[in-house]
């Protein structure tokens, strides 16, 4: 329920969205302090903290009865260093104290070690980190204990068809393990436990052997449809010393070009979109590179045609007057041809579902619609896991990689169009234009609904957001539970606006992820934000300690709804099916009694912290604050109360 609303006219409020979605340049007024504002101590950055001065800790280590001038793992880490990765993130553990040793000492911290209370942070900093980057990152864990806990994340990547290098530590021959914790964390086969859901993994026998799995690994995680890989490492093959180190050799890596759909069947699509009335193309994790949106946007321009973008990627401007994605249903509806690229699941974007008392559902087009899929998806997948989706049929199924493709069916659609169909073309996008048009002055004129209550409403959330990065060079790298205020306000117009959701919908996600887009944009200058749900921080809340000990620039908006609010809107539907009443929905679903005060949390992390702001009259004051942090190349944390959706 809200608690208060306040007066304001309608009029001011479709004034501060017109500043926010259409002009760019408006500013807010910042009113005075709250009383909690005024009271908040003066954030100062964390003090880089002294190393323990404990007296046991200060002492010679003792002497080993032999030394050694070289080991295993420091041709790991040359071998490494070969392979552009920049970073290894990774919660230290015994395993792989060979490699962690060699890494800082033979390579001088190169890949560059992030430090991670959490295996599972680790995995989603690199899943966040490559889809900004365009490159893997590596993490590494402590055998299968280590592995266990990044489980959820590795399925995320793999679910996302991201590329992330695991690699995990592990003691293989049973008469070199020490007595207690070395047996419970070793395994014969660690990777059996992610295999369902890695693309590949090998576990090396000899340094020869890992060099090339290595590099191997690398091109095999790099090249459509790609994916996570995993590297099983002995602690012997790390620690022990080498034998004969003019043997060895890191082979050549030879990245893969992605793979073309047939031309025979680009032809064939390009005279169907050609002739058709009302085509639609529909897109999910198209976009691979900076150069996926503009290859769209060369096709959808060439033949004035509607765009829905699933967003699994930046694929597509959102106030392009092409981009339908407010109006799916109705351009579906009309379509008799959709061109469907790199689709995670297409039956779900071509059907309506229920699963009120009985499941049903029924197909969002119209009968004799030609249906054409483009992309890598069929090219690769896996029993177990059913992160395909439900089969959908189509007319003409070509196997490519879709943005590498995109070139070739432009220019047969180019030489298929006469003056004629070119005219038709131009009729067809003024009205697809208008419609678009009219759908963001709707967006505009929703967002003012309960404009100032309290809590506060998603959509004044985002637009106080918006007003104060819009000048800046931004980037939105997590959306905890997609929340569309964002594509129906904000201009999404850069490929790094972007970088898509988890992929597998774990929970534990954004925060993480969020944090390594931010340290790929960390070089570009650019202003990270995320719009993280609480039940999601929840789950990984050592991020914000990564975050601010490796001076990651980052803006958490905690969109503080104080419950897993799906499943509580779940758990009302099942009572409701029931005549039961909905009084105790809230039992098992909410995060409340106490409530609980990220912000304070944040500070504890080292993190600057606002909140929780219940007032959205002091939203955008504390919002430009924390930007400020920001941009001198700080993590902050604002915690906003807001309406459940």
């Not at 911290?109 to 690199?126: D, Q, R, W």
């Not at 679903?589 to 504890?604: E, F, M, Q, R």
């Amino acid at each position: 329920m809200r608690k208060k609303f306040l007066n304001q006219s309608i009029v001011s409020r479709r004034d501060f969205l017109k500043g926010v979605t259409l002009t760019g340049a408006a500013a807010l007024t910042t009113p005075a302090l709250s009383a909690r504002a005024q009271q908040s101590p003066t954030w100062e950055p964390a003090k880089v903290v002294p190393q323990p001065n404990l007296a046991a800790e200060t002492q010679p280590p003792p002497k080993d009865p032999a030394t050694q001038s070289s080991s295993g793992g420091d041709f790991m880490a040359e071998v490494l260093n070969t392979l552009d990765i920049d970073y290894l993130a990774m919660n230290c553990a015994s395993s792989f104290r060979g490699l962690h040793e060699a890494i800082i000492n033979h390579t001088r911290n190169k890949p560059e070690i992030l430090t991670c209370p959490h295996e599972e942070i680790a995995v989603s900093m690199a899943q966040g980190y490559a889809k900004i980057e365009g490159k893997p990152m590596a993490m590494i864990c402590h055998g299968v204990v280590g592995l266990q806990h990044a489980t959820m994340a590795i399925y995320n990547s793999w679910c996302d068809r991201v590329p992330v290098y695991i690699m995990i530590g592990n003691i293989v021959e049973a008469d070199k393990r020490a007595p207690g914790a070395e047996w419970v964390h070793s395994a014969i086969d660690p990777a059996a436990l992610v295999r369902d859901f890695v693309k590949w993994d090998d576990q090396p026998a000899s340094l020869q052997h890992f060099a090339e799995s290595a590099v191997r690994a690398y091109k095999v995680a790099m090249t459509p449809p790609m994916a996570p890989v995993l590297l099983s490492l002995d602690a012997e093959l790390q620690e022990n010393p080498i034998a004969d180190r003019d043997r060895l050799r890191i082979p050549k890596l030879a990245k893969v070009v992605p793979p073309v759909g047939d031309s025979g069947a680009i032809a064939e699509a390009a005279k169907l979109l050609v002739a058709a009335q009302n085509p639609v193309v529909i897109c999910d994790r198209m976009s691979r590179t900076p150069a996926g949106m503009a290859r769209l946007m060369e096709l959808a321009e060439t033949l004035q045609c509607a765009v829905v973008d699933q967003a699994g990627r930046m694929n597509f401007p959102s106030r392009h007057p092409l981009n339908q994605g407010a109006r799916r249903g109705a351009v579906v509806g009309q379509a008799d041809v959709v061109l469907a690229i790199e689709m995670n699941d297409l039956w779900g974007s071509l059907n309506s579902f229920s699963d009120r008392i009985v499941r049903s559902s029924r197909p969002n087009f119209k009968p004799g619609t030609k249906i054409i899929t483009l992309g890598s998806r069929d090219l690769y997948m896996k029993a177990n896991y059913q992160d395909f989706g439900r089969f959908n049929e189509v007319d003409l199924a070509i196997a490519g990689d879709g943005e590498a493709s995109l070139p070739a069916l432009t220019e047969q659609v180019k030489r298929l169009t006469d003056a004629n169909r070119k005219s038709a073309f131009e009729a067809r996008g003024k009205k697809l234009a208008e419609a678009h048009h009219a759908a963001r002055e709707q967006a505009k004129a929703d967002a003012t609904i309960g404009w100032d209550a309290s809590p506060i409403t998603t959509a004044r959330m985002c637009a106080e957001l918006y007003a104060q990065i819009k000048a800046e060079d931004w980037s939105l790298v997590g959306n905890g539970i997609r929340i569309t205020w964002p594509n129906r306000l904000w201009n999404f117009d850069k490929s790094y606006r972007w970088n898509g959701g988890s992929g597998g919908a774990g929970i534990g996600y954004t925060a993480p992820a969020s944090t390594g887009a931010a340290l790929a944009n960390k070089k570009h200058g650019r202003i990270s934000v995320a719009i993280q749900g609480d039940g999601d921080l929840m789950f990984v809340p050592g991020t914000l300690w990564t975050a601010a000990h490796h001076r990651i620039p980052i803006l958490y908006v905690v969109h503080n709804n104080r419950a897993y609010h799906q499943e509580y809107m779940y758990l009302q539907a099942m009572a409701n099916r029931h005549s039961r009443g909905i009084t105790n929905a809230h039992i098992g679903t909410t995060l409340t009694d106490p409530n609980i005060d990220y912000a304070t949390v944040a500070k504890g992390f080292g993190v600057y912290g606002e909140g929780p702001i219940t007032d959205p009259k002091d939203l955008g004051p504390a919002l430009k604050r924390a930007v400020a942090v920001v941009k001198r190349g700080e993590p902050a944390l604002v915690d906003v109360v807001t309406d459940p959706r």
